[in-house]
């Protein structure tokens, strides 16, 4: 049974920073890639980060600089480095596994407070 288990989420002040984890199980993690997706109250899930299987990252526009994915294939793990946050970062954030078809985990709350 696949699995896919997010935690790091909570309530932080603008400027703070998180860092999120996706422990993932039940599949071959290494040749997934990964990617993080977000959605607040009322809005569409949308694309945050995500990083291939050779490693190789990449950005949505508005958390370039702030943001940075990574992953540990002997954890089974990626991660979300998540500094300078801002208010408009507070979503349920959920990690993706996609090698021909998708695995979502249940997410995590971040709740950035002005």
């Known amino acids: 049974q696949v699995q896919l288990v997010e935690s790091g989420g909570g309530v932080v002040q603008a400027g703070e920073s998180l860092t999120l984890s996706c422990v993932v199980s039940?599949?071959?993690?290494?040749?997934?890639?990964m990617g993080w997706y977000r959605q607040a109250p009322g809005k569409e899930r949308e694309f945050v980060a995500g990083i291939s299987k050779e490693n190789n990252p990449n950005y949505v526009d508005f958390v370039k600089g702030r943001f940075t994915i990574s992953r540990d294939n002997d954890k089974s793990t990626v991660y979300l480095q998540m500094n300078n946050l801002k208010p408009e970062d507070s979503a349920v954030y959920s990690c993706?596994?996609?090698?021909?078809?998708?695995?979502w985990g249940k997410g995590t709350l971040v709740t950035v407070t002005s």
């Open positions: 993706n596994a996609k090698f021909g078809i998708d695995y």
């Open positions: 039940g599949l071959r993690f290494s040749v997934y890639s």
